[in-house]
């Protein structure tokens, strides 16, 4: 079974933190994904990984950044917390499409980040 | 600006009923399609994906898939309570060595007794 853990599952800090969201995958999926999701506005991409230390920015990048030093584990971070980031976080791993397998994103359980 | 629609419900139907889930998207270019299931409170989990244009069957759950008509749908057979969930329609465009998924904003399916 695919296993995508995430470091927390509820968050509170303060605005102006820099808040670390820590991701691992135990099926060698080259793929990495963070994602918020808030009501009404669906599943909205931050950023990906397809590799070691490559990352690329989605549709929503303003506010974070991403870390990946090795292939199983993806940190979103938060370098200056603003009570906008409030939301729920989500990690999601796949294998590429180039690979001959489904590109089936497999999400962790999220993490609720509240900013005060 | 890439869109998927789905429409947001409730749909409601009595347990045993066929409850039927749509989905369009804008991209043409859409190669894979997802169908999630969400509980209220947890992570997205998969219900199926279709690559294909058809029919595609699991169990209670078949996927159609219409690229002409920019269409994905979802088909619950004998639906129960614990099919009551929001259901996400995903849509992914494969940029290079990833594929790019955009989400409807989901439809809530309720299974009334």
């Known amino acids: 079974d695919v296993k995508v853990t995430q470091s927390s599952r509820y968050l509170v800090k303060r605005t102006g933190e820099k808040v670390f969201l820590e991701c691992v995958q135990d099926m060698d999926h080259e793929n990495m994904f963070w994602y918020r999701q808030d009501p009404g506005l669906g599943l909205r991409l931050i950023y990906f990984?397809?590799?070691?230390?490559?990352?690329e920015k989605g549709d929503i990048p303003e506010g974070y950044s991403v870390s990946r030093e090795k292939k199983e584990r993806f940190s979103l971070i938060l370098e200056s917390a603003s009570t906008n980031q409030t939301s729920m976080y989500l990690c999601?791993?796949?294998?590429?499409?180039?690979?001959?397998?489904?590109?089936?994103?497999?999400f962790g359980p999220g993490t609720r980040l509240t900013v005060l | 600006q890439k869109e998927v629609e789905q429409n947001s419900g409730p749909l409601s139907v009595p347990e045993g009923a066929i409850a039927s889930l749509n989905c369009t998207y804008s991209?043409?270019?859409?190669?894979?399609f997802f169908w999630y299931r969400q509980y209220s409170g947890k992570s997205p989990e998969l219900i199926m994906f279709i690559y294909s244009n058809g029919d595609k069957e699991d169990g209670r759950f078949t996927a159609q898939l219409n690229k002409a008509s920019q269409y994905v749908s979802l088909l619950i057979r004998d639906s129960q309570p614990s099919d009551s969930a929001t259901y996400l329609c995903?849509?992914?465009?494969?940029?290079?060595?990833?594929?790019?998924?955009?989400f409807g904003t989901g439809t809530r399916l309720q299974v009334t007794l």
């Open positions: 990984s397809y590799d070691v230390k490559m990352k």
């Open positions: 995903a849509v992914g465009v494969w940029a290079g060595t990833a594929s790019k998924l955009t």
């Open positions: 991209d043409r270019g859409s190669q894979s």
């Open positions: 999601a791993s796949s294998f590429p499409p180039t690979s001959g397998r489904s590109d089936t994103q497999y």
